[in-house]
């Protein structure tokens, strides 16, 4: 079985091909284009420019997650997204939209109003009860798709692998405890989040042992500060290769959705990628 909308839209078959998710931050604030997205007119034609690059699914995000930023209330947040959520649903009705949140009650709203996924960076772990976690509940209530992102606030590990995968599993655990079935949960090994640079490498190069788990897996390394660091480029907008990189070699290790700002070029690049990936199996 495949993942499923809440809402009944059309959701993209991964085990096909590499699924295109792109981003639309609604931020004064996000490190690379925070500010280019402040209304529902420029959300529009973000969107139209995303989907026309061919993207699969929408990313909407209310709150920068970088390095420093400045959390923010549910309501500010829900100020920003929940319009622009009526808005994208009205004009593109049968494209999956995704919501980029931790907060369960910020999720259960933008899912009320036509979202599809929650896109959760906290894994589910953020409002947390003993065995209890507030997201898993909503997405178990509300049917939908949960994509779990591993974070740390500090790379505070003594063993990385065995550690991450560990923080990966209570995240799944929480999950299918609250009524999530399986096919509906994806993990993200949260490159850039936690982890030194080092780390951020060797996510993507062992990026199998993730996908052993059993569950698809989404890849954002986009524009990303380890990725400037490589290139010894500062400006976020010049780390492009680098993402077409990692992409690739994500997509060797067996990922199944790479989340990026810009698909203009790498849509291409995951194209060949897949091919490599199928090999004989390969048909046009």
């Not at 993730?210 to 500060?225: E, N, Q, V, W």
Request: proline share 5%; glycine share 8%.
């Amino acid at each position: 079985m495949s993942w499923k909308s809440p809402h009944g839209t059309p959701l993209p078959d991964w085990r096909q091909r590499t699924l295109m998710m792109g981003i639309i931050n609604i931020t004064p604030d996000s490190f690379s284009d925070g500010g280019e997205v402040t209304d529902i007119t420029s959300a529009l034609v973000r969107a139209q420019s995303l989907l026309d690059q061919g993207v699969d699914i929408l990313d909407l995000g209310a709150e920068s997650t970088r390095p420093g930023s400045q959390s923010i209330s549910e309501e500010i947040e829900l100020a920003r997204l929940k319009p622009v959520i009526i808005a994208l649903r009205k004009k593109f009705p049968r494209v999956p939209l995704s919501v980029d949140t931790y907060k369960s009650a910020v999720a259960q709203c933008a899912v009320e109003n036509g979202a599809d996924i929650i896109n959760d960076v906290e894994g589910a772990r953020w409002e947390v009860s003993g065995k209890s976690s507030a997201m898993a509940k909503v997405a178990a209530q509300l049917k939908c798709p949960l994509i779990l992102m591993h974070r740390r606030k500090e790379a505070n590990y003594k063993d990385f692998w065995p550690e991450m995968l560990s923080d990966l599993k209570l995240s799944v655990n929480f999950c299918l405890e609250a009524g999530v079935t399986p096919e509906q949960l994806w993990l993200d090994p949260g490159f850039g989040f936690g982890k030194t640079p080092q780390q951020n490498l060797m996510l993507v190069r062992n990026l199998e042992k993730i996908t052993a788990l059993g569950f698809p897996i989404m890849l954002g390394t986009s524009r990303k500060s380890t990725l400037g660091l490589v290139l010894n480029e500062k400006n976020p907008l010049q780390r492009e290769v680098g993402n077409e990189v990692t992409a690739t070699w994500g997509i060797a290790q067996g990922c199944h959705m790479i989340r990026a700002h810009d698909f203009s070029r790498l849509k291409k690049i995951i194209q060949m990628a897949d091919a490599l990936r199928r090999g004989q199996t390969w048909a046009e």
